[in-house]
Nanobody, 118 residues
């Protein structure tokens, strides 16, 4: 059973930083892309950032320059470094992976709460 497990969420003041981790139960090379999404109360889940197996990255405009996605293939882990956090970044953050082999091809983690106080 392939699993993605997030960690690193918490409560932080505006302007602070957090680093989220997404640990895969198998090698991250088995995924074409791994990304982060978030869902704030009363809102739809939205894309935040993604990293490909080749290391290419993409971000939603609202986090560009503040968040950095990276991967450590030796640890089967993808990170989301979040800096200069704002109250509007408050959400449950989910890890998402698209696996080369399936079905299923898409996996989600259980989510980790990030709360930014003003």
């Amino acid at each position: 059973q392939v699993q993605l497990v997030e960690s690193g969420g918490g409560l932080v003041q505006a302007g602070g930083s957090l680093r989220l981790s997404c640990a895969a139960s198998e090698t991250t090379f088995s995924f074409n892309v791994i990304g982060w999404y978030r869902q704030a109360p009363g809102k739809q889940r939205e894309f935040v950032a993604v990293i490909s197996d080749g290391g290419s990255t993409n971000y939603v405009d609202s986090v560009k320059g503040r968040f950095i996605i990276s991967r450590d293939n030796a640890k089967n882990t993808v990170y989301l470094q979040m800096n200069s956090l704002k109250p509007e970044d408050t959400a449950v953050y989910y890890c998402n992976g698209h696996r080369r082999y399936g079905p299923p091809y898409e996996y989600w983690g259980q989510g980790t709460q990030v709360t930014v106080s003003s």
